[in-house]
């Protein structure tokens, strides 16, 4: 199989900056000083005229109160994410330009500060997340668990940062699958009743680690689980740490899968070299959001005879990769072990990094 010296790729792809918008030096300390707190790149322009050419990319724009007349005669508005901010609002004319200017919101400062913190983190968690990668089977047994775990592995031994995520309720638990059932740390039903903004730091810290790779997974004895928004919480606070987030969402057929599928740009796909599984990528590939690039994985063996040729055939994608079949592997699994690290299994990591990277450039 060819390939390509992968080099450690940190997924996140430039965006355009929030953007505040005021020329008074106090306002923009007590905005800068959120923004800070909720770890956010904040863009400054001093007026109207100097906003312009970021107005439009921006995800969010802080309007100053002071700055919202000029901005009716000078800028394009109504434009989605746009917010009002002043230190105190005492002119009762500005509400009637709130309201022509098509604002969301309006934040007096400093008290409003709690609102503005979980604003910057949604203004963060809008778009499809490019270090977010979900991995998949076609069918049951397809060795979605086993592919995710080592493909995160790998990321790490590259010299990136990377969690993985079980997002399969019924998978049996990644933390049994690589022998950390026993290690402490936070599993699913401990973040079930999360709400609002998740601190991805404190998260990190909370959660069992592998041989050093952070897990999230499902506890063996416990009936409480996530809804599908609590899941999406957690994966917006993974996603902004610098690193590669891997999930493995099983068959997708969990609407908490759902959830990771909506976010990210990068599916892989295990597809065994059966007819059976390859009808059944077909059909899991039109449920596949627009955004999101998959990336077919072949899984020996192939009992009665199909290759990697006939599943580029059939799903109109190319094979980026096959899974020898491994026996030895089967016993690990069994009996719970560290994610495979062979040399077969790092070239097909390898090239799934690379084809994960060249999806989200």
Request: hydrophobic letters at 50%.
């Amino acid at each position: 199989m060819p390939h390509h010296a992968h080099q450690p790729h940190h997924a996140h792809r430039p965006t355009a900056r929030p953007l505040l918008v005021t020329a008074d030096s106090g306002l923009q300390d007590a905005v800068l000083a959120v923004a800070a707190e909720a770890r956010v790149d904040v863009s400054v322009a001093a007026d109207v005229g100097s906003a312009a050419t970021l107005w439009a990319a921006a995800p969010l724009v802080l309007l100053d109160a002071a700055l919202v007349e000029p901005a009716l005669d000078g800028l394009t508005v109504p434009r989605p994410g746009l917010v009002v901010v002043s230190r105190a609002i005492e002119d009762s004319m500005l509400w009637r330009q709130v309201v022509a200017i098509g604002a969301e919101h309006v934040v007096e400062l400093p008290h409003g500060a709690p609102w503005l913190f979980e604003r910057f983190g949604r203004s963060l968690d809008a778009d499809p997340t490019a270090n977010l990668v979900v991995v998949a089977g076609a069918v049951g047994g397809a060795g979605a668990s086993t592919l995710a775990a080592a493909l995160a592995r790998h990321a790490q031994n590259a010299g990136m940062q990377a969690v993985l995520v079980d997002l399969d309720p019924l998978g049996g638990g990644l933390d049994l699958m690589v022998g950390a059932e026993d290690d402490t740390g936070a599993r699913w039903d401990e973040l079930a009743g999360i709400t609002g903004r998740v601190d991805e730091r404190v998260l990190l810290d909370a959660l069992p680690t592998a041989e050093g790779l952070p897990l999230l997974s499902w506890p063996a004895a416990s009936d409480l689980e996530p809804g599908p928004s609590a899941v999406g919480q957690v994966l917006d606070a993974l996603c902004r740490q610098p690193g590669l987030v891997v999930v493995d969402a099983g068959r997708t057929a969990d609407p908490r899968a759902a959830v990771a599928l909506a976010k990210c740009q990068s599916l892989v796909l295990v597809v065994p070299l059966r007819v059976r599984a390859v009808a059944a990528a077909r059909r899991l590939l039109r449920r596949v959001p627009a955004h999101v690039a998959p990336i077919v994985v072949a899984r020996e063996p192939a009992p009665g005879g199909l290759s990697p040729d006939d599943v580029t055939a059939a799903l109109g994608l190319p094979v980026t990769a096959v899974l020898l079949d491994d026996r030895r592997r089967r016993v690990t699994e069994e009996l719970g072990g560290p994610p495979p690290s062979s040399s077969a299994w790092r070239r097909v990591c390898a090239a799934l990094l690379d084809a994960q990277a060249e999806a989200v450039a």
